[in-house]
């Protein structure tokens, strides 16, 4: 996250389709402030009782509507998206939208390349810039990052 975002400590993110938290935790251990969301009732309760989600930033949304309750972001966090594939990438296209909406910055993590190629060509339909790497602390489920910004920073020094 630090390297791929220029973030100032306690700018809000969005951990969409946070299961149990473990993007949240993430979020919170490099400074920023994670507002969890996720549409499992039963991941979010097991996300605070383990102390990985906190009451006062975790909400029962709907991924695919999170854009008529939430407020726009700098950025947003979606880990282990996935399994898409033929039957289901209809709902993982509407959730992207919705947090495209959401949200300036955006890092999806999925299982494979063509996860990632999915992902990007429904972002660059609505007009975002995307940069696809492999992650290869990963073995399996986060192996790819789709990193989708509002534009383009060619222009910005990267001072970090």
Not at 135 to 154: A, E, H, I, K, L
């Amino acid at each position: 996250i630090w390297k791929e975002w220029h973030f100032k400590p306690g700018d809000l993110c969005y951990d969409c389709c946070c299961g149990s938290g473990a993007g949240s935790t993430a979020l919170t251990k490099v400074g920023l402030r994670p507002f969890a969301f996720d549409v499992d009732r039963e991941l979010l309760c097991r996300g605070i009782e383990a102390g990985r989600l906190q009451t006062w930033n975790t909400a029962a949304i709907d991924a695919s509507k999170a854009s008529k309750y939430l407020e726009r972001a700098p950025y947003a966090l979606m880990l282990m998206a996935g399994d898409i594939n033929l039957v289901n990438a209809w709902s993982w296209q509407r959730i992207l939208d919705e947090v495209l909406e959401l949200a300036d910055d955006v890092l999806v993590t999925v299982a494979s390349e063509e996860e990632a190629e999915l992902l990007r060509s429904w972002a660059e339909a609505k007009g975002r810039p995307v940069r696809i790497f492999e992650n290869v602390r990963d073995p399996f489920y986060d192996r790819w990052v789709c990193s989708v910004t509002c534009g383009s920073r060619d222009d910005e020094m990267d001072i970090f």
